[in-house]
């Protein structure tokens, strides 16, 4: 898609974390336009990181309401990789075959990104985990607060 000038330019900042992996895990999203700024948080019973990482992403996209240009933080390299290095695109041309010829885990998930992804302008940037990043440190909060939730049915 070729952005037009005229759409709104968003940050996602996001954060995934299991507590056992697999185990209850958790969400943590800040959405930023302008001077507005929201906070997404879910708990989940039976998961794990990799799949938290690429939820909070969902969650962050399916709540725009409109078509945007994203930039989109995390300290996830699966999942900034995977964008960044082509790896989607060569899983797709192999029929969801990774490079060892094995099915690539998580597509249910990988296919609703994308499906987003296509909708919105949307780039990703990794950034260091636990390296106080003010965004980063509060999706991280977010996520395991949620995830802790879930495990003592709170």
Known sequence: ?????????????????????PGPGGIGVILKYKDKQKELSLGFPD???NRMELQAI???LAALKTRCRVRVFTDSQYVARAFNEGWLQKWQTNNWKNSQKKSVKNQ???QKLLELTNYHHVQFQWIKAHNNHPENERCDFLAKQAAQKIKYNI
């Open 1 to 21: 898609m070729n952005p037009a000038k005229n759409i709104p330019e968003v940050e996602i900042f996001t954060d995934g974390c299991s507590l056992g992996n």
């Open 47 to 49: 998961t794990t990181n």
């Open 58 to 60: 969902i969650e962050g």
């Open 108 to 110: 249910d998930l990988w």
